[in-house]
């Protein structure tokens, strides 16, 4: 990615490529874990901390990422290695005998996921012009929600609607369904050890600028000298205006993914709704946020980005609270979420532009991976807080608790009107 051109526009399409697989895969193995935890005889408030152990190691590991992203010159090997360890954490769940393994599998995963995420943003910030961030994000956390909706229709297909949840059947399934999401991670290294034929001198912007990004012309000479610019750290970047309200946005809209990724499965299966209906409904929400990411730079000339950002927290937060009511009425269920996943959709890529544009220019890794930091304590707390309220209030429970929080992030916003 290093030697790509971004005027070429190729670095990119590599990027989504990599991202679509990743995702589809991370997503079909996502579902797939709530199935297997069922088979051991896990309940909601396991699932729940089986899910925070997903963001375990990412939470104390993001900002050092971050911080690399900012050195290295060559991106596409920390692309690579993420979709590497995806796999392996697949396959590791499928081989987990219990429920204890299978956090320890899910952790894996939660951190192979991390490192294609920080390098892929990463390159986005690093190689996009400054009015093309909203397309760059856009197209980037669209493969995302490409694989939200690949991901689920693959685990209906392998899972079917037979089978009791502990059934020899159903277990081969979820076997067979993990290993599909390995092998469609190691998928992504032979795209993207694919180098786009693009000249050095192209470039907009390239790692020698992120490196020199602080030089400036010598007022008199007009010859470059170095700037005296603080380096970046967390602490740094939190006290920037308006960071810390786009990181409680972020984090909203990131637990609402997993809490539904985690607890509609339960709710589905005490309604009796088989998971191959589930599959289809997860995939709808993921449908919707390829429509919202494809038509955001669109909107966004039409519309400021914070009025976009409240309407993502609103839209979502009100309009997901009544899935788990009527998720035996298929068509209504699937119109809530898509109006849902269409207003999840929009927030990602405007936090990540927001987060971008308030910070200079060689803190943007750094500052993204604050941001992914934010997203994995949200990624810890929200699944255990949500386990906790589904122990009384059932599994859908933790899809209100979540929709709450949501509502909470969009009127803090409101309040703060920045």
């Known amino acids: 990615m290093a030697s790509a051109a971004p005027r070429s526009g190729a670095w990119l399409w590599f990027l989504v490529a990599g991202a679509l697989l990743t995702q589809t895969a991370l997503n079909l193995v996502r579902p797939v874990t709530t199935y297997k ?22 939470l104390v590991t993001a900002m050092w990422l971050g911080r690399m992203t900012d050195r290295v010159r060559e991106l596409r090997t920390m692309v690579v290695a993420g979709a590497l360890l995806l796999a392996l954490g697949a396959l590791a769940l499928s081989a987990a005998p219990g429920a204890a393994l299978v956090a320890a599998a899910s952790a894996l995963l939660g951190m192979g996921h991390l490192v294609f995420t920080i390098a892929g943003q990463a390159a986005v910030a690093r190689f996009s012009p400054e009015d093309q961030l909203d397309k760059g994000f856009g197209w980037f956390t669209a493969a995302f929600s490409a694989g939200q909706l690949l991901g689920p229709l693959l685990a209906a297909l392998l899972l079917g609607s037979g089978h009791d949840v502990d059934s020899p059947e159903r277990v081969a399934d979820i076997t067979l369904a993990l290993w599909a999401g390995a092998a469609l991670s190691l998928l992504v290294v032979p795209v993207m050890l694919v180098r786009a034929r693009t000249s050095r001198s192209g470039r907009d912007r390239t790692d020698d600028d992120v490196v020199d990004a602080a030089r400036r012309a010598h007022p008199a000479t007009g010859e470059l000298e ?12 939190l006290r920037v205006p308006g960071v810390p309200s786009h990181m409680l946005a972020a984090l909203s809209l990131l637990a609402m993914l997993d809490i539904l990724t985690a607890f509609l499965p ?17 995939a709808v929400r993921g449908g919707a946020s390829i429509v919202s990411r494809v038509l955001l730079p669109w909107l966004a000339r039409r519309l400021s980005r914070r009025t976009l950002l409240l309407i993502s927290l609103y839209g979502a937060g009100l309009a997901l609270v009544l899935p788990p009511l009527v998720i035996t009425v298929p068509w209504l269920a699937a119109l809530c979420l898509f109006v849902g996943g269409f207003c999840l959709g929009l927030g990602q890529p405007l936090t990540m532009t927001l987060i971008s544009t ?11 991976a604050v941001r992914l930091v934010g997203n994995r304590v949200g990624q810890v707390a929200m699944p ?9 209030l059932g599994p859908a429970g933790a899809i209100w608790f979540t929709c709450a929080v949501l509502l909470a992030s969009g009127l803090e916003k409101t309040v703060r009107r920045a």
């Open 266 to 282: 339960l709710v589905g299966e005490r309604a009796g709704v088989s998971p191959a209906w589930v599959g289809v409904l997860l």
């Open 358 to 368: 308030a910070v200079p220019a060689s803190w943007r890794g750094s500052a993204l």
């Open 384 to 392: 255990l807080l949500a386990g906790l309220v589904a122990a009384p």
């Open 226 to 237: 170095a700037v005296a610019e603080p380096r970046a750290s967390m602490l740094r970047i």
């Open 37 to 58: 935890l069922l088979s051991l005889d896990a309940d909601a408030v396991t699932v729940g901390l089986v899910t925070a152990a997903y963001a375990v190691l990412p």
